[in-house]
């Protein structure tokens, strides 16, 4: 963990399930950091979705439903196809994304996408997060990108995002919000926290005249130090 709270420890592998767990241990987590999202002012209202691996398919949150009232049954669980299990509620609107991000990234078990107002402000603007602080690194580049705009729920839109990411655990999506990966829903939900907190942090220094950047072979050493750093779990 750094010493802004946030742990560096390295991707684990993927499987089957996000971190080995159940069915019902990833819909009660799916909940969870929906609400917490919620909590720490990163979504609003029905805004936002998040997502879990499991298998060959994926558990997905429901759409139009608010945080506080989902419950582990109004997970969604969809399988390689997209298609849900019978008697489910709408996956989210963004499931394509979510399910293209599963088959590219074999490193990626869970997916966290909020409207967070810094993130967003920046989205819409398309400005980058340039590496002005070396926790920008967690997003795994020295900067954070911007996937090209689509319409929400497209199958543009998941290329994009999954171009822009290109192995990276986060980046922002034009006129529109961010998205954060991860080998767990603690890991994607922590990215998205500090995302936003770079994004904030970058829209504050704009307002004094701008930053002053890291260079390449700094945030090369920042990037070795994440590798290393931590009880490596």
Known sequence: ????????????????NEGGLDEGALRDGIVRTMRAMAERGLNRGTSGNVSARLGEG????????????????TIVQLDAAGAAAAGS??????????????ARRPDVNA??????????????????????????????????????YATFGTEALAQGVAATLDGGWACLMANHGQIAVGPSLERALAVAEEIEEQAAV???????GGPRLLDDAQMAEVAGMFRSYGQGR
């Open 89 to 102: 509620l709408k996956p989210s609107s963004e499931w394509r994304m979510h399910a293209g991000l599963y």
């Open 1 to 16: 963990m750094t010493d802004d709270g946030l742990d560096e420890g390295g991707p684990n592998e993927g499987g089957p």
């Open 111 to 148: 997916v966290v996408h909020c409207h967070s107002r810094h993130a967003t402000i920046l989205a819409c603007a398309g400005r980058p997060i340039p590496p002005l602080h070396y926790m920008v690194g967690v997003s795994g580049r020295s900067s954070v990108a911007v996937a090209p």
């Open 58 to 73: 994926l558990l997905v949150t429901p759409s139009g439903v608010p945080a506080d009232a989902l419950t582990p049954e």
């Open 202 to 208: 970058y829209w504050g220094a704009l307002a004094i």
